[in-house]
């Protein structure tokens, strides 16, 4: 990596998006925004390239990496499609719904991204600064989100910054992630069985409505991001459902209980997912040693905002 140099801050303009492509094709490491969040990119099918994602995230080597695809060729190429695969690629692709799904023999992607698994976590984002660069390097990429390991992810091109530094080559700054919260992840067995991996903008009940009931996670192996019990992680002690807060806690408030942070003054959960990290993080920046969050209803999204929270709290 380039020592102790700051990031190259690119901006979302065709001079950006051809200077992020050659750096990437060079094997360097570049953060792009996404609709969910930035992501820390490198080419998929380089061992040496994805190892600098491990070693800039100090992230663990059996946790996968999602891989990212500008579209269902190319999607086609890394995994083996089923109908059910097909069916959800059609509805929810471009967005915020990464598949689980069987590696293609023969496939491109390096070892490392899949963690040495049978399987690939695999999707088509929905932002056109990704996109942009997906489609001038015509090569899956490689994205976790652009933070340390387990920390807040990063909505912002500034949280990337504080969070990685120098051990990032550059920055595509696409302003604030608009969904704010990773994908929904779902791994699709044989038989037309499917498991919720993690929750996310694609909502249980929405992938019920077209795959049926889902199959219970038993195994404890990881097999997609977000499934480590303590993620999200802002570094302080986090309260959770506090109706108000004590002297030396930041206060992150939620429709009529406000506080210093407030996810939506409206009561709206996918306001409230969009703004989640943002608050998480000025959090982080405050001097009060500790985080308390307002109560946060459990339905439709607020079900991925309560993950996410219970992680970070762990």
């Known amino acids: 990596m380039s020592g102790k140099r700051a990031p190259e801050r ?95 023999e023969g496939s491109a992607i390096t070892p490392a991204v899949t963690a040495a698994l049978p399987t690939v976590a695999l999707r088509i984002p929905d932002h056109p600064a990704m996109r942009a660069v997906l489609a001038a390097l015509q090569s899956p990429l490689a994205a976790p989100s652009a933070n340390r390991s387990g920390a807040v992810s990063p909505t912002e091109a500034e949280h990337v910054v504080a969070s990685l530094g120098s051990a990032v080559d550059a920055v595509l700054d696409g302003g604030g992630c608009p969904r704010g919260l990773e994908s929904t992840i779902v791994a699709l067995r044989p038989g037309g069985e499917w498991q919720l991996l993690r929750h996310g903008p694609i909502t249980e009940a929405e992938l019920t409505a077209v795959l049926g009931p889902p199959q219970p ?66 959090a982080a920046a405050s001097p009060r040693p500790r985080i308390a969050v307002a109560p946060i209803p459990a339905e439709g999204i607020g079900a991925a905002i309560n993950d996410r929270l219970r992680r970070a709290a762990a």
């Open 217 to 282: 996670v038993r195994e404890a192996k990881v097999e997609a991001p977000g499934q480590l019990a303590q993620h999200y992680s802002p570094g302080k002690p986090l309260r959770l459902a506090a109706e108000e807060a004590e002297p030396d806690e930041y206060f992150i408030g939620f429709g009529p209980v406000t506080g210093d942070c407030t996810l939506s003054e409206t009561g709206d959960v996918a306001i409230a997912a969009a703004r989640l990290y943002a608050c998480l993080h000025a």
């Open 10 to 104: 690119l901006a979302m303009d065709p001079a950006g998006i051809a200077r992020a492509a050659e750096l990437l094709r060079a094997g360097k490491l570049v953060a792009l925004p996404t609709e969910t969040v930035y992501g820390l990119a490198a080419r998929a099918d380089s061992a040496e390239a994805v190892a600098g994602i491990y070693r800039a995230k100090g992230r663990p080597d059996f946790n996968p990496l999602i891989v990212h695809v500008d579209d269902l060729v190319m999607a086609r190429r890394v995994a083996e499609f089923g109908d059910a695969a097909e069916l959800l690629a059609a509805r929810y692709w471009p967005g915020p719904l990464t598949l689980v799904l069987p590696l293609r």
